[in-house]
């Protein structure tokens, strides 16, 4: 299957500062690319999804002003925590693929931690 | 409504015994499923696809799915598991009208004892 990255996998911030997280499809071009937060012992969530040089479509009740994505080419998109708070502490895992009929390939997730 | 249900939030299981992860989703168009394997702290894996033709569909390490329309099923088996198959099992539904967004079900806990 393709491989997905996402950087970094771990990170823990105070506070009200913002935190980027890198997504990259590194053997394939992705049409889509999709944004989940997963808490522990739960499903993923999909909090968004992301259509290269397009604006991403937001799901109902995710703020699009505190999850910023940016989906700069085939290969990378990016979303920022925007002045995070603890309730942003979880899971947050990319996917990418390749359009409808096509499965999802995921990345390793990145573990968000806000004191 | 499109959804997707796991009916089984845990199962836990010897080793070398059989398996049945079941999932039933519901849709009023036509469907592609994936299931999915979810190790701690980590990513989701595909595990097996099933977008037409044999409605059988197996992976590498002895798991597979059958699709049954009527039923809207696409339950996961094995008929001996391993230690290491121990992990959490995602079943999803694709719609063909949704840009390869897929809906997930609540996942289940499998849980393989020696």
């Known amino acids: 299957g393709a491989v997905v990255s996402q950087h970094p996998s771990r990170v823990i911030c105070k506070s009200g500062t913002s935190v980027k997280i890198e997504c990259r499809s590194l053997?394939?071009?992705?049409?889509?690319m999709f944004w989940y937060r997963q808490f522990p012992k739960q499903s993923l969530m999909l909090m968004a999804t992301?259509?290269?040089?397009?604006?991403?479509?937001?799901e109902q009740g995710v703020e699009k002003d505190k999850f910023l994505i940016n989906h700069a080419s085939l290969t990378l998109s990016t979303l920022t925590v925007t002045s995070a708070h603890p309730e942003d502490s979880s899971f947050y895992i990319c996917?990418?693929?390749?359009?409808?009929?096509?499965?999802?390939?995921f990345g390793p997730g990145t573990r968000l931690t806000v004191l | 409504a499109q959804s997707v249900t796991q009916l089984d939030s845990q199962v836990p299981v010897f080793e070398e015994a059989p398996v049945e992860l079941r999932c039933n989703y519901s849709?009023?168009?036509?469907?592609?499923l994936f299931w999915y394997v979810q190790y701690p702290n980590q990513g989701l894996q595909l595990l097996l696809k099933?977008?037409?033709?044999?409605?059988l569909v197996e992976s590498i390490n002895g798991f597979e799915a059958e699709f049954n329309k009527s039923q809207t099923s696409f339950h996961l088996r094995k008929p001996s598991v391993h230690i290491s198959d121990t992990a959490e099992y995602f079943c999803?539904?694709?719609?063909?009208?949704?840009?390869?967004?897929?809906?997930f079900g609540q996942g289940t806990e499998l849980s393989v004892k020696p």
């Open positions: 996917s990418a693929a390749g359009g409808s009929g096509e499965p999802q390939f």
């Open positions: 053997d394939f071009q992705a049409t889509t």
């Open positions: 992301s259509n290269e040089g397009s604006k991403a479509t937001y």
């Open positions: 849709s009023s168009v036509s469907v592609y």
């Open positions: 099933y977008l037409s033709g044999s409605t």
């Open positions: 999803a539904v694709g719609l063909y009208n949704q840009g390869g967004k897929l809906i």
